[in-house]
């Protein structure tokens, strides 16, 4: 027998008493209260992690559940005086933030006039750019402007973001760059 | 065994339209996106979901009641929809295959692995709450989170809601707060307050998925009268019924893989589009 | 105002719905009927960008209540607690006096240096003439300076200093470091005591003079300016006073439609004055709170990415201040009185985090080896240079100017690096500009001729490493690592590690003078294999190691932290990055910003024992101002703080010396917080005092006024003579590329705001790649009234072109009345809105909306006037 699947539903619904239609097959219907099928509760036997909402400012905090080391489940912590539990649509979305097939996670590498990015090993571009910064340092170092002040900067060299980013890397990433001489670091701040 | 009836009490003058409700809900049942995360601007205000679906089963509507412009009497009415969870269940009473059913909570949940996907219970719906959700290949709609609900956690939209807009708890705790909300609006001046399906001699039994409302249910696309579909429809033929059952034994899960097939073949020519609302969104005025 | 609470802070905005079920009223003064204004009690309409008169017409109405005038605890709030009764120099000239300026105006452009000409100031002031009258004189015409002044003010380019060196021409010169210490210099700098007149009567104290300048905003010049219904601004006005006093307080929440205008500064100026004349200051439910937009954005404040300060809100030496020597940079930037008087202590504590055991008093504790300012290094300024080449490099971070700012013009700075590193999440329209922008895509610009070398590296999530962010109530919280990432994603903690690494490997051994400081820079963040702390991806710095360096330690004894800033030294013996953060990390194993111990249910609710509040875990700044003269609760309703006999004490940690009594007088010859007395409430001020006026740190004047937005379809009702902020920033003027439009220019009517959407964060960057999000919002759409619909045939879901003088996007029209026309001036504007979120990445795509806007500044710290701007609305 060979019915459609539309043709199928245009059969059921025509026969329109369901409650008949269950009755009669002896399927489960039953008024009575039930116990739905044992659903695996997503979260069971998972570690959970404290954690924050990497969005807005408000400082929302989450529980992240993760079963070995994968993330299962992100929602928020119930004892934050901020949120007590609650997120908003984009705190509700963080798993998606993680667990999400547009996520890149290789380095690339874009050569001056080439028109495709290639794939390049992790520590070949570290190295590549630790060279480009010092050669940039080392050409545009000003010492001293005409008038004899010390400045010991560059101005050639251009940071931007950190508004995102926790404060540790907030540190570390001023940290390094006045220590070379760049002045001009600029966060979301200023936008 | 029956625990005491739970539900939601969802108070839309506190709603602020964020859409919690519905990503909370989509994260917890790891529901899927319209095409993959995308769409069109629908042009009914910041409602951009629509309708509730297999795959959303959790929906704001944005009304906007203006005259002029920043009309001081104005109104933008936010609402978070959701399945009723009905007392007496129009889409449990149809079901063939019993994979509808009432839990020790009193609320309604569609087994996936018993549906068919016949449709039957999408039909019965006086509200147009359930769908089929085209990668189950199965009828879906809110569970009230009865995973969580069964180990004592809370539901995720409710849990995530920002403004406690959405309440859970159990429906005698929840008609005690709504009463007295409408008595504080109606304090406030605020009459035009009240409550949609808290009323257990009401229609259906009562929903166990109430609401605080400010205008006539149908501005918020709601029947005034919601019917059981066996006070609708006649009873059908024995024939057509017996097909069916023959249908349901064995097609269960060759029609829900052949379903799933079509809306792959549908996404891929681009043409799925959403189903038209089961009661059009009002109008923008 | 100035913020869409419910959208973009929706959790935040719990708590003020929790308010109003508590009887308190909302009010949403906004351009437009958002999510917010649903919520709220009252929705307000004003045109964009006429803030300051809104609030200088509140202003104007609490000085001449009659509430005001006779319930006494205004009186006694603004008399101590503020700078009303002090009396101003005689030179000074109100707007009031020279038609919509202050005194000192050189209208003159300013440009700054030859070797960095990017200031763009259309004019600037000389500002001393703004001061206090201290008829003792003063050690120097800037001390009493507020140190946390504009950023434009701390990095001297508001000021014409270009004068040669003083002492440090000689590399070999002698160290600046007193070996006495530094009390002495800074009690040098103490300036003779200012005039007041706790009558409030003299015409020159400050009080006199705000009356007069707030005199012409009367609600009817608030309904020509704003476009606001007169019973709608007073019903404001009223509750606003209704709902301040002994036992009510009110609080504004803004966001940065209060910060991306020509006078950002001064509209938060402005609520700061109303809130304290209003006696809204540091007590609960008061005060007025910045809805900052990112987790970590009070971080990055913080812990300065951000040109014009180093770490805790000391200016960065710069090369057009007296900022020579070590001491040279102290006597330009201590406050004697007042906390800031500790400011040695901080720099030289900070110094010693930088360059470590070879930082000496010798030396100046290296101080020389810091790089210096040559101007406005700012975002837009860098843009700017970029285009003309000035820049080869770039490391862009979690941010995506691809899609900001006059956003073609970014892109063509960006085009012209020789080098490029973009470490993100998402593949944004940044790293991807090269091959996909708009004049790419058109053939306008070929990629063959792109010669910038460019790198993409991915970086973890949320969940993927640990950390502390800083949020909007200056609150560091900790989050731990839960889970491995993917492939070669890393933090960018650990990109610029890895940096710092390599490039010590490859200056060692250098001998240059140039390399000395970069080769003594303390990098140290390995983790310890002994620490038995969780294992780490390969080659990522220890995070904990780091926030200790942050909070500091004892020099020579790492594992002692200090506990607290009180425990800072001048002489080198503390090392702490951070004088703020100083007490987050007291000792070895107690990390504050990890504490998750809330306050239970039912109590007062400062929860200080959930995160670490800097400065020193306060919840509510400046909390003296919670009691009264004599040290009591106000009222019983708003107690927070309170003097108990012996000590300050309360639910929050008192923000005020924790022993001097209510009623101790100020040592009249001490400096730091002994020059203040037990009722100066404002201890980071020099006068103890919440500043009604602001004598000096501001570029563009000591009081808020209204001026017309750069771009504006009206001339300026308030002061005709006087159109815009005589000294806003406008970068590449008269360039192609940043065109603006001329007032009134007929084809540019309609006024333009800019908005983000509770489904969409920022560029998009983090939403438009969620399937959950992205279908949520899929398109770009742009908000306009009816009537501007009606006029230009355009229907709900028409596509449309949005165009201003620098660019023109594609939307689908949104007609509503949640926005629309508005009567400014007797002219009919149509005021529209659109979101920004959208680009050419990701799940869901669009025209990006910052084509349409400017290199147009504020004056003191830089920051776009994208809130407001004129443009054209056409069908497609």
Same mark, same amino acid.
């Given at each position: 027998m060979t019915v459609s699947r539309r043709e199928f539903l245009r059969v059921s619904t025509g026969a329109g008493a369901g409650t008949a239609l269950g009755g009669m097959l002896g399927l489960g219907i039953s008024l009575a209260p039930a116990r739905a099928r044992a659903q695996e509760l997503r979260i069971k036997d998972t570690r959970t992690v404290p954690s924050l909402c990497p969005?807005?400012?408000?400082g929302c905090a989450t529980l992240i559940h993760t079963r070995d080391g994968e993330i299962v489940n992100i929602e928020g912590d119930p004892r934050s005086p901020h949120n007590e539990g609650t997120l908003c649509p984009k705190g509700a979305a963080i798993y998606q933030l993680h667990r999400n097939p547009n996520r890149p996670t290789r380095v690339l590498h874009r050569k001056p006039g080439a028109t495709e990015w290639e794939e390049v090993d992790r520590e070949w571009a570290m190295d590549r750019i630790a060279e480009l910064t010092k050669r940039t340092r080392d050409d545009t170092f000003i010492e001293r402007l005409p008038n004899g002040k010390l400045v010991n900067m560059t101005p050639a060299i251009f940071h931007l973001g950190g508004a995102t980013l926790d404060n540790e890397f907030n540190h570390v990433c001023q940290k390094i760059l006045r220590g070379i001489g760049v002045v001009a670091i600029e966060n979301q701040a200023r936008i | 065994m029956m625990a005491e009836p739970m539900g939601f009490f969802t108070d839309t003058t506190v709603c602020i339209g964020c859409k919690a409700c519905e990503v909370a809900c989509k994260n917890w049942n790891q529901l899927p996106s319209r095409e993959g995360g995308g769409g069109e601007l629908s042009g009914f205000s910041y409602d951009n979901t629509v309708r509730l679906s297999g795959t959303t089963w959790r929906h704001v509507q944005f009304i906007e009641q203006f005259d002029e412009p920043y009309d001081a009497a104005g109104r933008w009415l936010l609402m978070s929809d959701v399945c009723k969870h009905c007392v007496q269940a129009g889409c449990l009473e149809v079901c063939p295959t019993g994979a509808i059913i009432r839990t020790e909570f009193d609320t309604v949940v569609i087994q996936s692995d018993v549906c068919n996907g016949c449709r039957d219970c999408i039909a019965a719906c006086p509200f147009g709450v359930i769908d089929m959700n085209p990668v189950s290949g199965t009828a879906q709609k809110c569970t009230l989170c009865y995973d969580r609900m069964s180990v004592g956690l809370e539901p995720a939209c409710s849990k995530a809601c920002p403004t406690d807009s959405i309440q859970f708890g159990t429906i005698s705790e929840l008609r005690a707060r709504a009463d007295q909300r409408v008595a504080a609006l109606h304090e406030q001046g605020r009459t035009e307050a009240y409550l949609y399906g808290a009323d257990p001699n009401g229609h259906l039994g009562g929903l166990n998925a109430f609401f605080l409302l400010v205008d006539e249910p149908e501005v918020y696309g709601l029947p005034r009268e919601p019917k059981l579909p066996s006070r609708n429809v006649a009873s059908g033929s024995l024939l057509s019924t017996i097909g069916a059952a023959i249908m349901g034994l064995v097609g269960i899960v060759m029609l829900r893989h052949r379903r799933a097939d079509e809306v792959a073949a549908e996404e891929g020519r681009g043409v799925a589009p959403p189903p038209p609302p089961a009661s059009p969104p009002p109008p923008v005025h | 105002m100035g913020s869409n609470m419910a959208e973009n802070h929706p959790v935040a905005f719990r708590w003020p719905m929790k308010a109003k079920m508590n009887g308190a009223k909302l009010i949403h003064v906004d351009p437009r009927f958002t999510r917010t204004s649903a919520a709220c009690d009252l929705h307000v309409p004003l045109r964009s960008g006429s803030d300051i008169a809104f609030i200088g017409g509140l202003i104007n109405f609490v000085v001449n209540s009659e509430r005001w005038n006779t319930e006494p605890f205004f009186r006694d709030y603004v008399v101590n607690y503020t700078n009303a009764a002090t009396i101003v120099r005689s030179d000074f000239q109100d707007t009031e006096d020279l038609e919509g300026v202050f005194s000192g105006l050189k209208p003159e452009p300013s440009a700054g240096i030859e070797q960095w000409p990017y200031n763009a100031f259309v004019g600037t002031y000389d500002t001393a003439s703004w001061g206090y009258d201290r008829p003792g004189g003063v050690a120097r015409e800037d001390i009493d300076a507020d140190q946390r002044k504009a950023a434009t003010m701390r990095s001297g380019e508001a000021e014409d200093a270009t004068q040669p060196s003083q002492g440090a021409g000689d590399d070999a010169r002698r160290s600046s470091v007193p070996p006495e210490g530094w009390d002495a210099m800074v009690r040098s700098l103490k300036p003779a005591p200012a005039r007041r007149d706790p009558t409030l009567q003299d015409p020159r104290c400050v009080f006199q003079i705000l009356k007069r300048h707030f005199s012409r905003y009367t609600p009817e010049m608030v309904e020509s300016i704003c476009g606001t219904p007169r019973d709608k601004f007073l019903e404001v006005a009223q509750s606003l006073l209704d709902n301040s006093g002994p036992d009510r307080t009110s609080a504004f929440a803004y966001a940065i439609a209060w910060t991306q205008h020509t006078y950002g500064v001064q509209i938060i100026g402005s609520a700061a004055l109303l809130q304290l004349l209003l006696g809204n200051m540091g007590r609960p439910g008061g005060g007025i709170m910045a809805l900052r937009g990112h987790a970590a954005i009070q971080g990055s404040t913080d812990v300065p990415t +951000? $040109?014009?300060? %180093?770490?805790? $809100? /000391?200016?960065?030496?710069?090369? +057009?201040?007296? =900022?020579?020597?070590l001491a040279d940079y102290l006597r330009a930037e201590v406050t004697p009185t007042g906390y800031w008087a500790n400011m040695p202590k901080f720099m030289v504590s900070y110094l010693k985090s930088m360059w470590g055991d070879a930082a000496t008093a010798e030396n100046d504790f290296g101080y020389d080896w810091h790089p210096k300012l040559l101007g406005d290094h700012s975002h837009m300024a860098s843009f700017a240079a970029m285009v003309e080449g000035k820049i080869r490099g770039a490391f862009i971070v979690g941010?995506?100017?691809?899609?900001? %700012?006059n956003a073609k013009l970014e892109r063509d700075g960006l085009r012209k690096l020789e080098w490029l590193v973009v470490k993100d999440n998402w593949l944004t329209e940044t790293a991807t500009h090269w091959y996909a922008a708009p004049e790419v895509r058109d053939g306008s610009v070929k990629v063959e001729d792109i010669q910038t070398e460019i790198f993409f590296f991915p970086s973890t999530q949320i969940a993927e490493y640990e950390g502390s962010f800083t949020n909007t109530q200056r609150m560091l919280q900790w989050h731990f690592k839960a889970s491995d990432p993917p492939g070669d994603c890393r933090t960018d903690t650990w990109f610029y590690y890895q940096l710092g690494r390599r490039l010590k490997r490859m200056y060692a051994g250098s001998t240059l003078a140039r390399d000395q400081g970069f080769l003594n820079l303390v990098w140290d963040y390995e983790p310890d294999p002994q620490s038995g702390r969780v294992s780490h991806t390969m080659g990522e710095a220890d995070e904990l190691k780091v926030l200790r360096e942050i909070n500091g330690y004892y020099t020579g004894r790492p594992k002692e932290h200090l506990p607290g800033f009180a425990a800072l030294k001048d002489d080198g013996s503390t090392t702490c990055a951070s004088w703020i953060y100083c007490g987050c990390f007291p000792s070895w194993d107690r990390n504050l910003t990890a504490a998750r111990t809330p306050d239970p249910p039912?109590?007062?609710?400062? =929860? +200080?024992?959930w995160g670490y509040a800097w400065p020193a875990n306060r919840r509510v700044l400046y909390n003296r101002a919670s009691a009264d003269l004599q040290g009591r609760p106000w009222s019983e309703r708003k107690r927070w703080v309170w003097w108990d006999g012996s000590r300050w004490t309360g639910y929050d940690v008192p923000d005020f010396a924790a022993t001097k009594a209510p009623n101790a007088p100020a040592n009249p010859n001490g400096i730091g917080l002994d020059a203040l007395s037990g009722t100066d409430a404002y201890i980071m001020k020099g006068d103890g005092k919440g500043w009604l006026y602001v004598p000096s740190g501001l570029v563009d004047g000591p009081l808020p006024t209204h001026y017309e937005p750069v771009e504006s379809p009206v001339r300026n009702a308030l002061y005709p003579q006087q159109q815009t902020s005589p000294v806003y920033k406008h970068w590449r003027k008269g360039a192609d590329d940043n065109r603006i439009a001329e007032v009134e220019d007929p084809r540019f009517p309609h006024v333009m705001t800019t908005f983000r959407l509770t489904e969409h964060y920022l560029s998009g960057a983090m939403s438009r790649w969620l399937p959950w999000l992205a279908e949520l919002q899929p398109e770009l759409f742009v908000e306009i009234g009816h009537d501007l619909a009606r006029e230009k045939g355009i229907a709900n879901l028409d596509r449309v072109v949005v165009s201003s003088p620098r660019g023109a996007v594609r939307a689908k029209a949104l007609v509503t009345h949640r926005i629309g026309v508005m009567t400014i001036a007797g002219k009919r504007v149509h005021q529209v809105g659109m979101p920004w979120h959208w680009g050419w990445a990701g799940l869901v795509k669009g025209d990006i909306v910052n084509e349409l806007t400017s290199l147009i500044g504020d004056p003191?710290?830089? /920051?776009?006037?994208?809130?407001t701007f004129v443009c054209n609305v056409e069908r497609a």
């Open positions: 969005f807005c400012s408000v | - | +951000l $040109y014009h300060s %180093i770490h805790g $809100y /000391m200016a960065a030496p710069s090369a +057009l201040k007296e =900022h020579d020597t941010q995506n100017p691809a899609t900001s %700012i039912g109590t007062p609710g400062a =929860h +200080l024992g003191n710290v830089s /920051m776009h006037e994208g809130k």
